[in-house]
């Protein structure tokens, strides 16, 4: 990807729009997580219930931990030995944060693809709801890419979403749990927050 596909998801994010972008799992729709219209704009073009969380997304582990600087040292331990990859990890957020992508806890993603758009997006599939993931461009709905005002081609993706991961308990108790097992393993998450 060039510097120029980070410098056009800056401006349409920026400028209150939606990109198709590829992530290291499904191509995504994001928009700027602090916009309250352009949320509701992928939940309408997805046919998305608005309750249902999405990920907020970074593409560095600085980035996400500057943004929530209320967890705790143990969930902060965890999000750098696991992130950034093909995961979604379930955090703490007592302050609220982002309150267009969860509540009590917040879905939190890490990417490691050269396409920082300067602010946390907000990420779901570039599907319908219920749909398939798409791996392609092609495979991403035309109502999708007809509304967005940015489309990256990076070829053909893995197609697996991320596996999610509940870390709500882990700063008081060590525990976690998986909520949908998807393109890393229970045992590779098991081995990564040993000692965490």
Same mark, same amino acid.
């Given at each position: 990807?060039?510097?120029?596909?980070?410098?056009?998801?800056?401006? @349409? !994010?920026?400028?209150?729009?939606?990109?198709?972008?590829?992530?290291?799992?499904?191509?995504? *729709?994001?928009?700027?997580?602090?916009?309250?219209?352009?949320? &509701?704009? /992928?939940?309408?073009?997805?046919?998305?219930? &608005?309750?249902? %969380?999405?990920? @907020?997304?970074?593409?560095? !582990?600085?980035?996400?931990?500057? &943004?929530? %600087? +209320?967890?705790?040292?143990?969930?902060?331990?965890?999000?750098?030995?696991?992130? %950034?990859?093909?995961?979604?990890?379930?955090?703490?957020?007592?302050?609220?944060?982002?309150?267009?992508?969860?509540?009590?806890?917040?879905?939190?993603?890490? *990417?490691?693809? %050269?396409?920082?758009?300067?602010?946390? /997006?907000?990420?779901?599939?570039?599907?319908?709801?219920? #749909?398939?993931?798409?791996?392609?461009?092609? +495979?991403?709905?035309?109502?999708?890419?007809?509304?967005?005002?940015?489309? *990256?081609?990076?070829?053909?993706?893995? #197609?697996?979403?991320?596996?999610? !991961?509940?870390?709500?308990?882990? +700063?008081?108790?060590?525990?976690?749990? *998986?909520?949908?097992?998807?393109?890393?393993?229970?045992?590779?998450?098991?081995?990564?927050? @040993? #000692?965490?």
């Amino acid at each position: 990807m060039s510097a120029g596909s980070a410098a056009s998801l800056s401006g @349409v !994010i920026g400028a209150g729009g939606l990109a198709v972008i590829p992530t290291d799992t499904v191509y995504g *729709i994001c928009c700027d997580a602090g916009s309250e219209a352009a949320v &509701a704009r /992928i939940e309408l073009l997805k046919g998305r219930p &608005a309750a249902k %969380p999405a990920a @907020v997304a970074f593409f560095s !582990i600085e980035a996400a931990l500057e &943004a929530l %600087p +209320e967890l705790g040292e143990r969930t902060r331990a965890a999000v750098r030995t696991l992130l %950034p990859g093909a995961l979604t990890l379930l955090v703490p957020n007592p302050a609220a944060r982002f309150p267009s992508a969860g509540g009590e806890l917040l879905g939190l993603r890490v *990417i490691d693809l %050269p396409l920082a758009p300067g602010r946390p /997006i907000l990420l779901t599939s570039a599907n319908l709801a219920g #749909g398939r993931d798409p791996r392609t461009l092609e +495979e991403v709905p035309a109502s999708l890419l007809r509304a967005a005002g940015l489309a *990256i081609d990076h070829g053909t993706l893995p #197609g697996t979403p991320s596996t999610v !991961i509940d870390l709500g308990e882990f +700063e008081a108790t060590g525990s976690w749990r *998986i909520v949908r097992e998807g393109a890393v393993p229970r045992a590779a998450v098991q081995r990564a927050l @040993v #000692g965490s």
